[in-house]
């Protein structure tokens, strides 16, 4: 596709939920990140992938998150048991060559938990 | 300690003027520096990335980076109510893969 592609674009939870967000990067992109934006704030690093394989998930706040991307293309952030705190913009970002660091985001998934 | 650091803001400067932002980090091996703008509601999207000690310039932005002073700038000459946005300062360390570290983000707004 023509860019990074993030569905659902606003998801409302009520607390205990499970929650499953999507993400499609840009085509032959190798490296695809998630962050965490919480309202005011800088994108705060979630977890990232080389293809298939999960690098680096440091920033992953808790077991309830969990992420996936199994063929190396299409990725998935699963919350388990939502909190309110879990609420957030979801972003998703993709990037050709990890050592340039320019990364390309999508829109977003707005997660609100009630 | 924060690994980034911005001042929240916001920033007011009147049209036509000069904007400057400023980003400090801390030093683990720092190896390059990136300004992402973010409009309300937006996601961000690169503006300009630096490595290198000194100046480097686009159009109407130029990135400063001064390693020894674990500090890195952007300034908008000739301001325009369009760059009215948040700006985010973030850094790629060594040895941490491919990922950003970014601070919390400037506003800024540019008066008509």
């Known amino acids: 596709g023509a860019g990074v592609s993030q569905s659902p674009r606003y998801k409302v939870a009520k607390r205990g939920q499970d929650v499953a967000l999507r993400c499609d990067p840009i085509?032959?992109?190798?490296?695809l990140f998630w962050y965490q934006q919480a309202l005011g704030q800088g994108p705060e690093f979630l977890t990232y992938?080389?293809?298939?394989?999960?690098?680096?998930k440091s920033g992953l706040p808790s077991d309830r998150f969990f992420a996936e991307r199994p063929e190396g293309s299409v990725s998935t952030l699963k919350i388990q048991r939502t909190q309110k705190e879990d609420s957030a913009v979801y972003l998703c970002?993709?990037?050709?060559?990890?050592?340039?660091?320019?990364?390309?985001f999508g829109e977003g998934s707005r997660l609100t938990v009630l | 300690q924060k690994e980034v650091e911005q001042n929240s803001g916001p920033l007011s400067v009147p049209e036509g003027a000069i904007a400057s932002l400023n980003c400090t980090y801390s030093d683990r091996g720092s190896q390059s520096f990136f300004w992402y703008r973010q409009y309300s509601g937006k996601s961000p999207e690169l503006i300009m990335f630096i490595y290198s000690n000194g100046d480097k310039e686009d159009g109407r932005f130029t990135a400063q980076l001064n390693k020894a002073s674990q500090y890195v700038s952007l300034l908008i000459r000739d301001s325009q109510p369009s760059d009215s946005a948040t700006y985010l300062c973030a850094v790629k360390f060594y040895n941490q893969g491919g990922k950003l570290i970014f601070g919390q983000g400037t506003e800024l707004s540019v008066k008509p």
């Open positions: 970002a993709s990037s050709i060559d990890p050592d340039t660091g320019e990364l390309f």
């Open positions: 992938f080389q293809n298939e394989a999960q690098l680096d």
């Open positions: 085509s032959g992109h190798v490296s």
